[in-house]
């Protein structure tokens, strides 16, 4: 096995406590006990203690918690190994109802609200659902709750379905824009070799990129009943990188693994180059095909340029048959694109309330929608 391509021990490791929006995932083995067929209440409450201090120093925190198929299983008795899909199915109808009641209990106590989500693909692939996704979570965050996610195993069928939690905790900390993204699992991080099998593999501290090198060092296995071994744990280093967010892999079986992380305890750090709001910036700048076009007058070209959102008042004009979460270009009296942006009313909609003033957005439309109509998060200007 090659060593890592350079040597990154001078790199600093980022500090936990620093990171304002942190996704922590959890995996099965860490959760259940499969001879008792329960939750692990007392490690549970050390690592809700360690969400909680988060929490209290003012960080939003996310939760994305896998067991519930592995709870199940163990409640109706059946066996281990792969289940057929009807039979995963049910057994996350009774996990998760357990799950959701324990996260709830156990964070609570200390203080801590707790709202479940469970997500299908679609939920996080498909952008207008995406984009309602994204706003639930925002809302809970704003209301300092700690959302507690899952995959929504009883619905998701094979062919549709993530399967394993690394990658969707990826996805869900991209669509929070989270900065740090830590995957609690049954291993140290990541190693240049397999540890069990090659005494001279060494544990890697700083990934600074996802390289084909390091792809190949993830190998493909996975643990006793988790669903994802290093490999996806890698793929969602790629998705979290990419988007903005930092991402740790650490051992959960130890008590409190995240006050282990933040005291400098072994883990693997995959280091992002960007910020998640940047990230998003590129995308919208880059990716999308453009579904219309939103004219703006110069009072509100001025405001954008100075980090403002773009207000109903400040558009002049509207092309296109754009939905609501569409990209479309934004262009200036001279008729200059300036910039790019998803909107958040679809066209008939903003139709009815450009040029007006957002109070008045309830009255014209009889519901009451976002005050801007391109949110400064959501758009890419010219020299961003
Ligand atoms: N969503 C699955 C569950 O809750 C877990 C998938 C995984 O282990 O990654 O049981």
């Known amino acids: 096995?090659?060593?890592?391509?350079?040597?990154?021990?001078?790199?600093?490791?980022?500090?936990?406590?620093?990171?304002?929006?942190?996704?922590?995932?959890?995996?099965?083995?860490?959760?259940?006990?499969?001879?008792?067929?329960?939750?692990?209440?007392?490690?549970?409450?050390?690592?809700?203690?360690?969400?909680?201090?988060?929490?209290?120093?003012?960080?939003?925190?996310?939760?994305?918690?896998?067991?519930?198929?592995?709870?199940?299983?163990?409640?109706?008795?059946?066996?281990?190994?792969?289940?057929?899909l009807e039979d995963s199915q049910a057994a996350a109808a009774v996990g998760q109802i357990a799950l959701a009641r324990i996260w709830a209990e156990t964070l609570g106590e200390l203080g801590v609200t707790a709202g479940q989500i469970l997500v299908t693909f679609g939920d996080t692939e498909e952008?207008?659902?995406?984009?309602?996704?994204?706003?639930?979570?925002?809302?809970?965050?704003?209301?300092?709750?700690?959302?507690?996610?899952?995959?929504?195993?009883?619905?998701?069928?094979?062919?549709?379905?993530?399967?394993?939690?690394?990658?969707?905790?990826?996805?869900?900390?991209?669509?929070?824009?989270?900065?740090?993204?830590?995957?609690?699992?049954?291993?140290?991080?990541?190693?240049?070799?397999?540890?069990?099998?090659n005494p001279d593999a060494k544990l890697l501290?700083?990934?600074?990129?996802?390289?084909?090198?390091?792809?190949?060092?993830?190998?493909?296995?996975?643990?006793?009943?988790?669903?994802?071994?290093?490999?996806t744990k890698i793929e969602a280093a790629k998705i979290a990188t990419t988007g903005g967010a930092h991402m740790v892999i650490a051992d959960g079986r130890v008590e409190a693994?995240?006050?282990r992380i933040a005291a400098g305890g072994p883990c693997s750090w995959f280091l992002t180059p960007s910020t998640p709001v940047t990230a998003r910036k590129k995308w919208i700048a880059g990716s999308l095909e453009p579904k219309g076009v939103v004219h703006v007058d110069e009072?509100?070209?001025?405001?954008?340029?100075?980090?403002?959102?773009?207000?109903?008042?400040?558009?002049?004009?509207?092309?296109?048959?754009?939905?609501?979460?569409?990209?479309?270009?934004?262009r200036n009296p001279s008729g200059g694109e300036i910039g790019r942006g998803l909107v958040t009313y679809d066209a008939l909609d903003a139709a009815r309330i450009i040029g007006r003033s957002s109070r008045d957005i309830e009255g014209l439309l009889g519901f009451k929608g976002p005050d801007e109509i391109i949110h400064r998060d959501d758009m890419a200007l010219a020299g961003d």
């Not at 925002?138 to 998701?156: F, K, M, Q, Y």
């Not at 069928?157 to 929070?176: H, K």
């Not at 501290?205 to 490999?231: C, K, L, N, Y």
């Open 299 to 330: 009072g509100a070209e001025r405001a954008l340029f100075s980090g403002k959102s773009l207000l109903p008042a400040g558009v002049t004009a509207l092309e296109g048959g754009f939905a609501r979460g569409d990209c479309v270009v934004i």
């Open 127 to 197: 952008r207008r659902r995406y984009l309602y996704a994204r706003e639930c979570l925002t809302r809970l965050l704003a209301l300092r709750a700690v959302p507690v996610i899952n995959e929504n195993d009883t619905v998701a069928t094979s062919e549709i379905r993530y399967g394993d939690n690394d990658r969707l905790a990826a996805r869900v900390a991209t669509m929070a824009s989270a900065d740090l993204l830590v995957l609690l699992s049954d291993v140290d991080g990541l190693y240049t070799a397999p540890p069990a099998s």
């Open 1 to 84: 096995m090659p060593p890592p391509p350079t040597d990154w021990s001078s790199v600093q490791r980022p500090k936990l406590a620093s990171f304002r929006r942190i996704v922590v995932k959890v995996g099965s083995s860490l959760l259940v006990d499969p001879r008792e067929a329960k939750v692990k209440r007392e490690w549970l409450a050390r690592l809700a203690g360690d969400l909680a201090s988060l929490h209290r120093l003012g960080a939003d925190v996310l939760v994305v918690s896998s067991g519930a198929v592995a709870l199940g299983r163990s409640v109706l008795g059946l066996p281990s190994g792969p289940l057929p």
């Open 205 to 231: 501290e700083i990934v600074p990129r996802v390289t084909a090198e390091v792809e190949a060092m993830a190998g493909g296995a996975a643990s006793q009943f988790s669903r994802g071994g290093m490999r």
């Open 257 to 259: 693994p995240l006050s």
